[in-house]
């Protein structure tokens, strides 16, 4: 019932700038909290951080001060925008949103499919 659409990945130089976009559809009653991922391409090992949360100033070390959450209610969409950028920063980011039904009043955490955010220069 409930699907996401995320947009705004692309190629940037290091410290260039990008607006994700995670944009939620279908039976909606509300977004109770939302959260950025990422994983780096090539990794030894999985490593997916929570690097931001809807209604919290919880950050990664690694992204204070450069990233920042925001979200629109009247669209049901969170944002994150990044400055920056590094080329550490490159990955696949992904969105997290609970959602709580507006037909069956249950929340549940959705995950969009992920944008991938390449800095190089």
């Known amino acids: 019932q409930v699907q996401l659409a995320e947009s705004g990945g692309g190629l940037v130089q290091p410290g260039g700038s990008l607006r994700l976009s995670c944009t939620a559809s279908?039976?909606?009653?509300?977004?109770?909290?939302g959260a950025w991922y990422r994983q780096a391409p090539g990794a030894q090992r999985e490593w997916v951080p929570s690097?931001?949360?809807?209604?919290?100033?919880n950050y990664a070390d690694s992204v204070k001060g450069r990233f920042a959450l925001s979200r629109d209610a009247a669209k049901n969409t969170v944002y994150l925008q990044m400055n920056s950028l590094k080329p550490e920063d490159t990955a696949v980011y992904s969105c997290n949103l609970e959602i709580q039904g507006s037909v069956s009043g249950r929340k549940r955490a959705y995950w969009g499919q992920g944008t991938q955010v390449t800095v190089s220069s």
């Open positions: 279908g039976s909606i009653f509300s977004i109770n909290t």
């Open positions: 690097i931001a949360s809807v209604g919290s100033t």
